[in-house]
């Protein structure tokens, strides 16, 4: 897997003997399978991509040498907006690099129109097949009269650059009596529509295979490696060979670290990495992408696969213009120290493996603009949380409060700003 440019796409200083003006350079940096690179970008797109751009008229040159440059981060499986699930991106994307968030099923069809626009991130949605959405903790496909066809293809066609994708979750708490019938409508609006569908799996009845047994190549099964769920039979197998994509999805309960491995061992690699970020999530165990990243490195993924599945692969599974460094695709960027030692990683379950390395975000950009620092809210009353993370949130908020409430520097880094007037004598 190849998450970087190829040499193809790179161009070289200037065209035609002109000295290129660019907006954004960042130079001296590695970029996944081609190595060290300077990306440029101009009017809110990537302008060139070689060694040794010309710095000549660039308006802001950064310099990145001994950093990890790669597409800004695409979450595959996030919750944004208001709901029980739901959080606001940016308080995250601006350290973590995930320049794209796909929200999964927030919003149906009655509520489509209030999951947010305006954020400082692109926000991409898989529409739910109950139309009330996830306004509630569960049970949304209960009432079959809210899975329907008609409507769900309406909101597709009245939204279709947005809409990717339709979201359905099939487990016992969501679905009760109706089974896999929500599937079987999920999979009919998309087929009318010409999208997939991505299937949350979790606690039968009904049965893992009876889930599988009906997604189409191009179709994607979240929580791949569920210990609840545990996917590992021949459905999974039938499903995997014939191109279902398994979506990680980690969430509060989707990973394990045993199936995982298992999987792996009989062939069946996730395609895509996400997290399943939302109001609880957040929190612990998924936490963030780059975090979840370094679980599957921990079990072995070399650093361009893992970067891959959450880049490029999903929006290749979506048809996003994202997870990309081709020339003249978005300048989504983020800019990683690659930080080695022996990091220990949970998954749901408190399973531990530990990772060889992790990827610290140290700048963000959509656009070629530059996230800036923005403080998360307070937890939600109805989330459930541990003395521990309780106690870890107050923490952060007094760190927060003695840090800002400290002067910024002491006289010797002040300047007369408004200089008296000498005096005559």
């Known amino acids: 897997m190849n998450a970087g440019p190829s040499t193809s796409a790179e161009q070289a200083p200037g065209e035609a003997g002109q000295t290129p003006s660019y907006d954004l350079l960042l130079v001296g940096g590695e970029v996944p399978g081609a190595g060290r690179r300077d990306v440029a970008v101009r009017g809110g797109r990537i302008a060139a991509v070689g060694a040794g751009l010309s710095r000549a008229g660039a308006r802001t040159i950064v310099d990145v040498t001994g950093r990890l440059v790669t597409p800004g981060l695409v979450d595959l499986h996030t919750h944004v907006g208001a709901g029980y699930w739901g959080i606001d991106p940016d308080p995250i994307a601006w350290y973590t690099g995930v320049t794209t968030w796909v929200d999964a099923g927030s919003a149906g069809a009655y509520t489509m129109a209030r999951l947010p626009r305006g954020t400082g991130v692109r926000v991409p949605a898989l529409l739910n097949i109950s139309a009330i959405g996830l306004t509630g903790r569960t049970g949304e496909g209960r009432d079959l009269d809210n899975c329907d066809v008609d409507l769900a293809i309406g909101a597709v066609l009245a939204d279709r650059e947005r809409i990717r994708g339709i979201k359905v979750r099939i487990d016992t708490d969501t679905v009760g009596a109706n089974g896999v019938e929500p599937l079987r409508r999920a999979l009919a609006a998309a087929a009318a529509c010409g999208i997939p569908v991505m299937a949350h799996i979790g606690t039968a009845p009904p049965a893992v295979d009876e889930v599988l047994d009906l997604l189409r190549p191009g179709d994607i099964v979240t929580h791949c490696a569920s210990g609840i769920a545990n996917p590992l039979g021949a459905s999974a197998r039938s499903a995997h060979a014939r191109g279902v994509l398994f979506d990680l999805g980690h969430g509060s309960g989707g990973f394990a670290f045993d199936v995982l491995e298992a999987q792996l061992e009989a062939g069946m690699p996730p395609y895509t990495i996400s997290t399943d970020l939302h109001a609880r999530s957040v929190y612990g165990p998924a936490f963030d992408l780059p975090t979840t990243m370094a679980k599957l490195l921990a079990v072995g993924w070399p650093v361009a696969d893992v970067i891959a599945a959450a880049t490029l692969h999903p929006a290749r599974a979506l ?40 990827l610290v975000n140290e700048a963000t950009y959509v656009a070629g603009r530059r996230l800036e620092p923005r403080l998360p809210a307070p937890p939600p009353p109805w989330i459930p949380l541990t003395d521990a993370q309780r106690a870890a949130l107050a923490r952060r908020e007094h760190d927060i409060r003695a840090l800002l409430g400290t002067p910024l520097v002491d006289v010797s880094g002040l300047a007369d700003q408004f200089p008296r007037p000498k005096r005559s004598s």
């Open 319 to 358: 048809g996003l213009n994202a997870g990309t460094l081709a020339v003249g695709a978005p300048a989504d960027l983020a800019v990683f120290a690659v930080q080695p030692g022996g990091f220990p990683v949970a998954d749901a379950h408190r399973q531990t493996r530990v990772a060889p390395l992790r």
